[in-house]
């Protein structure tokens, strides 16, 4: 027991050293504006790995974005390489300068965010479709935005405390 006690811990000490602060950021370029970014026709390709770099799955997403006030909602159309079809639609509302709060139906309580320079951070639990039932799993999840309008999402997935895997999505703005 004291094993693991002592494993736990250390894992949890290692996790902490090595978090990014999205206001380190703060001064890189191309500056990001979610709501400006995901107004109108977006689409992703995106990967998930599992916890030592294997390939599990693979997918598109088809994003559709609408701004009212300081409320955005994303409907996002997933077609997975095994021709899986699903949709997740994000409400993602401004609370103050550069912090948002999002909700979608497999997100439990609230998605907190917040953005610096070109970057922004995403944290939360989502409940995902596993074997026969679901399992609840934590989002660090980061967007960098690039030159040509290219923006890339990693986010780590975690149980526990330990990393599980990863997803990987490069976004890119479509004409209308």
Same mark, same amino acid.
């Given at each position: 027991?004291? $094993?693991?006690?002592? @494993? ?7 996790? %902490? ?17 979610? #709501?400006?970014? #995901? /107004?109108? =026709?977006?689409? @992703?390709?995106?990967?998930?790995? %599992? $916890?030592? %770099?294997?390939?599990?799955? +693979?997918?598109?997403?088809?994003? $559709?974005? /609408? ?8 409907? *996002?159309?997933?077609?997975? &390489?095994?021709? /899986?079809?699903? +949709? ?21 309580? *609230? @998605? =907190?965010? /917040? ?17 026969? !039932? ?9 967007? #960098? ?8 999402? $990693? &986010?780590?997935?975690?149980? #526990? !405390?330990?990393?599980?895997? *990863? ?10």
């Amino acid at each position: 027991m004291k $094993r693991w006690w002592i @494993a736990g811990l250390m894992a949890w000490l290692l996790s %902490g050293c090595s978090s990014m602060n999205v206001n380190d950021l703060a001064d890189t370029q191309p500056r990001f504006d979610l #709501f400006g970014y #995901f /107004e109108g =026709q977006t689409r @992703a390709w995106g990967i998930f790995q %599992g $916890r030592g %770099g294997d390939l599990k799955r +693979q997918f598109v997403v088809d994003i $559709r974005g /609408e701004v009212n006030d300081d409320v955005l909602v994303l409907t *996002e159309d997933f077609v997975y &390489a095994d021709g /899986e079809v699903s +949709q997740r639609i994000w409400t993602v509302k401004k609370t103050a300068d550069n912090r948002y709060v999002g909700s979608a139906a497999d997100v439990i309580g *609230e @998605a =907190q965010g /917040e953005s610096a320079g070109s970057a922004l951070n995403w944290r939360y639990t989502m409940e995902l479709p596993y074997g026969d !039932g679901s399992v609840k799993v934590d989002f660090d999840d980061w967007m #960098f935005l690039q030159p040509d309008g290219v923006l890339i999402n $990693r &986010a780590k997935v975690k149980k #526990f !405390g330990f990393t599980v895997g *990863e997803v990987t999505l490069v976004f890119k703005r479509v004409a209308s």
